[in-house]
């Protein structure tokens, strides 16, 4: 799909995959800027219930303004039917890599601050009735910020199976 035109969106590379979708860089022509665009497998498209888990992952993150939580521009389908979300595109690398690459340990500072960040973020969805229910590495982005002292943020994201409490 590399190279396609996808409404007002050309997706440029792959920049993810996973077991349900691709996540697509792709650029939003009318603003000009860069977006992250997701989109479910096309086996996924039939079945109504994992459409309504992808979709549910756009709901729960867009209830949630917060620094720390990917922003959720639209979701819907294609007229092809494929499902997708636009979602901010962040730079940087998912924390599992910034791990992988410190031999699996961050100083103490670090995690402190990662942790702080995370942990409020949690409480801002907790606050909006939504419980993430997959925080891992893979899952969190620590991204360049010039807003935060450090210069780095960390984002979560993935909220697929996120359960909406109200």
Do not use: C
């Amino acid at each position: 799909m590399v190279g396609q035109r996808l409404g007002n969106y050309v997706l440029r590379k792959v920049i993810g995959q996973g077991g349900m979708g691709v996540v697509y860089e792709a650029r939003q022509e009318s603003l000009d800027r860069r977006v992250a665009l997701k989109t479910l497998h096309p086996e996924y498209a039939r079945q109504q219930e994992q459409v309504s888990r992808f979709f549910n992952e756009a709901k729960a993150a867009s209830r949630v303004d917060h620094p720390s939580i990917v922003k959720i521009d639209e979701f819907g389908h294609l007229p092809d039917g494929t499902a997708y979300i636009i979602m901010e595109f962040l730079s940087g690398d998912p924390l599992s890599v910034r791990l992988r690459n410190l031999g699996g340990k961050l100083q103490i500072p670090d995690t402190l601050r990662i942790s702080r960040q995370i942990a409020s973020a949690l409480a801002a969805t907790h606050a909006k009735g939504i419980v993430h229910r997959d925080l891992k590495p893979d899952n969190v982005m620590w991204v360049p910020d010039t807003a935060v002292a450090e210069g780095h943020r960390a984002k979560v994201l993935d909220f697929g199976i996120a359960r909406i409490t109200d």
